[in-house]
């Protein structure tokens, strides 16, 4: 059986696979901004539970969410596999850069949207609205996700406000 990648193809999509404990997960590609290695996460006070912070991005604060605490796992543990995927996403019509915690990068893959199934209605331990489909992929299921709807939130708009302003006090006299 032969497999053409045809980029005249508007069936084809191309997304960014990675592992979240034993899941599998993807994002569509044209969201993704960059894959960074770990680095030092400064914490933000009163932050939601799920939120690990923040870093600096090229002279911008970008807010760090530990994806695994989103989706109602364990938090992350951090290995040398460890790393952050730069995500823009759209939050009420305004595009805002996130960073995601995930276990492993895996590889992109393109992916033929005929092959992507309706998600299962019931038993999945993750909230349905966020994934898009299922893909069933070497014997593994690839869960793909929306990620706007999966960081669509008022703690993140307020958590992005409150790690963006600047500080109030000064130190000189």
Do not use: W
């Not at 592992?19 to 599998?24: A, G, H, I, N, V």
């Not at 680095?39 to 539970?49: C, D, G, H, L, R």
């Not at 992507?116 to 070497?138: A, C, D, V």
């Amino acid at each position: 059986m032969e497999t053409k990648f045809n980029s005249d193809n508007k069936n084809l999509s191309s997304y960014l696979s990675f592992k979240l404990d034993s899941e599998f997960f993807a994002v569509n590609v044209h969201q993704v901004i960059n894959i960074l290695e770990l680095t030092k996460i400064t914490e933000v006070p009163k932050a939601p539970f799920y939120m690990k912070g923040v870093i600096n991005l090229r002279g911008k604060v970008l807010p760090v969410i530990d994806t695994r605490l989103k989706f109602g796992m364990e938090a992350i543990v951090f290995t040398k596999n460890t790393c952050i995927v730069v995500m823009e996403i759209n939050i009420n019509g305004e595009r805002v850069e996130l960073g995601a915690l995930v276990d492993t990068v895996l590889e992109v893959i393109e992916v033929d949207n005929e092959n992507i199934t309706l998600p299962p209605s019931l038993g999945s331990k993750y909230k349905s609205e966020f994934i898009t489909g299922m893909l069933h992929q070497n014997d593994e299921f690839i869960m793909m996700l929306d990620i706007d709807k999966v960081f669509s939130s008022d703690d993140i708009i307020e958590f992005k406000e409150s790690a963006e302003e600047p500080e109030k006090i000064s130190l000189q006299e």
